[in-house]
């Protein structure tokens, strides 16, 4: 029985809550997997602790109202790290918000999680690119797990796929779509809009924040970036070794005189090996229309693997989303859980 500690209970967090209700049965069925939640703890909503376990329905429609501290029974007003330290949690999900430039309050969750040799699962890009290695050598000497799928396009598969199924593979390059909302814009501009007038569409649809710089300045692209050279090629870069330029540049001219020429503007975040370490960047690039990346449209994500096996591979999904993200954190903790039997 996996005992969860959510820290965090935003959009994702509930996204998972709803997944692990939802599919309680058949997680228990086909895999052999249950779980309990025993604690919450989220900065406006409040706090609740009850180590023989929270009923999820309960604990959503009070987070719906901003009022988990109503818990019946339960113990309340922790924050984050008492949470994580009194919960009796052997996961702590970490789903607060990310801030790319310090990593905090994020960070100091981390650490408290795998400090405590508790297993730690997170979508959030922050402590994830700015201190993996510290993280992961902490992780590796508390023999907990730390697990951060849903860090690079939500969902669909990119750390766990090159975990498992291209395994063996040397991963030369790796490049692709990492960020919708720019993916959106751009995809808009191609059927004639403005780059104001698509940006005004993607906030109305909720893809963009009302500041919408850390996707259009590409930082948000460059912290997926800084993930995947850390983690699949073993490289020790930050946010100054990324070459990063946004989309907001990007003309109709631009896009017109792509088009004519076969081309599509596409904001594109690579990684590459080079002789003496790798070369990262995050800046818009014209793809050939024969090139799958070029043909994936809307607020979808990509990536192509360059693999010295199989050559390229190229995964579509979403990038983003309430159970798409949810999903990501879901299957960590079925890995979790099957290390553990
Ligand atoms: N949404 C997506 O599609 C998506 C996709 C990939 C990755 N992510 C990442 O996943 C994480 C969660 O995203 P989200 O969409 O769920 O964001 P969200 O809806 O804003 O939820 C984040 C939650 O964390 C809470 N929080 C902030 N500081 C906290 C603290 N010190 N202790 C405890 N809780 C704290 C917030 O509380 P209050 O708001 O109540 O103050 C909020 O409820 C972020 O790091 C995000 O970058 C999201």
């Given at each position: ?9 935003g959009?994702?967090g ?12 058949i997680?228990?069925k ?11 703890s989220d900065?406006t ?7 023989k376990?929270?009923?999820?329905s ?7 109202k901003?009022k988990?501290?109503?818990?019946p029974?339960?113990?309340?007003g ?16 970490e ?11 994020a960070?100091t969750?981390f650490?408290?999680?795998l400090?405590a040799?508790k ?11 700015l ?6 050598a ?16 939500a969902?669909?598969?990119?750390v766990n796929l090159t ?6 593979n040397d ?8 960020n919708?909302?720019t ?6 501009m191609?059927k004639?809009?403005s780059?104001?007038?698509a940006?005004?569409e993607a ?10 710089t ?5 930082f948000?692209?460059m912290a997926?970036?800084i ?12 946010p100054k070794?990324?070459k990063?330029?946004?989309i ?6 631009d896009?017109e ?11 594109i ?7 003496r ?13 024969t090139?799958?990346?070029a043909?994936v ?15 390229e591979v ?7 989303g ?6 990501a ?11 553990a039997?």
């Open positions: 029985m996996q005992k969860i500690a959510f820290v965090g209970f959009v994702v509930q996204g998972l809550a709803e997944i692990l209700l939802e599919k309680k049965q997680l228990k086909k895999y052999g997997y249950e779980y309990k939640v025993v604690a919450v900065f909503k409040g706090s609740a602790l009850d180590q376990g929270l009923n999820l309960k604990l959503l429609k009070l987070a719906k901003g988990i501290s109503e818990y029974g339960a113990k309340t922790l924050d984050a790290v008492r949470t994580i330290r009194q919960s009796g949690a052997d996961v702590i999900v789903v607060s918000y990310t801030d790319i430039k310090t990593a905090e309050p960070y969750h650490k408290a999680a400090g040799g297993h730690l699962v997170t979508t959030n890009k922050g402590p994830t690119a201190y993996f290695r510290e993280l992961a902490l992780a590796k000497r508390k023999k907990a797990a730390f697990r951060y799928e849903g860090t690079v396009v969902g669909t598969p990119v975990g498992t199924c291209l395994a063996g991963i030369t390059e790796v490049r692709g779509i990492l919708g909302t993916n959106f814009i751009l995809t808009s191609e004639g809009k780059y104001e007038a940006l005004k906030q109305r649809l909720g893809f963009a924040e009302a500041d919408p850390a996707d259009v300045e590409g948000d692209a997926k970036v993930i995947l050279a850390k983690s699949l090629m073993g490289a020790d870069i930050g070794d990324v990063r330029t946004g907001t540049r990007i003309t109709l001219k896009v005189e792509a088009r004519a020429a076969g081309m599509r503007w596409k904001l975040g690579k990684v590459k090996k080079t002789g370490g790798v070369a990262a960047s995050v800046r818009p690039e014209k793809v050939a229309v090139d799958p990346l043909s449209g809307g607020a979808k994500n990509a990536l192509t693997f360059v693999t010295d096996l199989l050559g190229t995964i579509v999904g979403p990038g983003a309430r159970k798409e993200t949810g999903f954190l879901l299957a960590d903790l079925l890995a979790i859980d099957r290390t039997k």
